[in-house]
Nanobody, 115 residues
């Protein structure tokens, strides 16, 4: 059974930075596509960024140039570096792991950006 544990969320002022981490258990991390999603209050969950097992990355348009996703397969961990944060980035951020038919979610970490 895979478990994903996010950390690094918190309260930050607009223009600031945060780094989210997601540690995965199990032995399929290096074979999986890892993603960060977010869900703001009253809105649907949306993809923020993803990174394939081969290191190819993809970003939502509204975070391009500000957020960077990376992974460390030796540590079974995926990161999301968030710079130039805006109040509209406020949301619960979820880590996701996809491998074939398997799809796992973390419990989420709150990011709040004050203006």
């Amino acid at each position: 059974q895979v478990q994903l544990v996010e950390s690094g969320g918190g309260l930050v002022q607009a223009g600031g930075s945060l780094r989210l981490s997601c540690a995965a258990s199990g032995n399929i991390f290096s074979l999986s596509t890892m993603g960060w999603y977010r869900q703001a209050s009253g809105k649907s969950r949306e993809l923020v960024a993803a990174i394939t097992s081969g290191g190819t990355t993809d970003y939502a348009d509204h975070v391009k140039g500000r957020f960077t996703i990376s992974r460390d397969n030796a540590k079974n961990t995926v990161y999301l570096q968030m710079n130039s944060l805006k109040p509209e980035d406020t949301a619960v951020y979820y880590c996701n792991m996809k491998r074939g038919i398997w799809n796992y979610w973390g419990q989420g970490t709150q990011v709040t950006v004050s203006s």
